[in-house]
Nanobody, 121 residues
Framework: QVQLVESGGGLVQAGGSLRLSCAASERTFGSYAMAWFRQAPGKGREFVAAITWSGSGRSYVDSVKGRFTISRDNAKNTVYLQMNSLKPEDTAIYYC??????????????WGQGTQVTVSS
């Protein structure tokens, strides 16, 4: 059972940056592909970015390409989401997930509790 804990969310002005972190409890973290999803009020959970277990493969939703970067440090059991040039439409609860590199939430077995990101205009 993998436990995931997100941190790093907060309130930021448009154009600003935040770095989200997701710490995993499992020593076999390095064998899991990881992803970030987000959910805005009244909307479904949306894929944001994913990274393979080795970090060699990454994918992003079109709306964040060039602004967000997913990375991982397997020695620290942590995955990151660096978010630059934030826009009000990036406002959402951000979740990390483990077990796949797909874009569909149901493909992922493990989820964190989420961290709120609010971007003011």
């Amino acid at each position: 059972q993998v436990q995931l804990v997100e941190s790093g969310g907060g309130l930021v002005q448009a154009g600003g940056s935040l770095r989200l972190s997701c710490a995993a409890s499992e020593r076999t973290f390095g064998s899991y592909a990881m992803a970030w999803f987000r959910q805005a009020p009244g909307k479904g959970r949306e894929f944001v970015a994913a990274i393979t277990w080795s970090g060699s493969g990454r994918s992003y939703v079109d709306s964040v390409k060039g602004r967000f970067t997913i990375s991982r440090d397997n020695a620290k059991n942590t995955v990151y989401l660096q978010m630059n040039s934030l826009k009000p439409e990036d406002t959402a609860i951000y979740y990390c997930a483990a077990g796949s590199t797909g874009t569909v939430a149901s493909e992922y077995a493990y989820w964190g509790q989420g961290t709120q990101v609010t971007v003011s205009s």
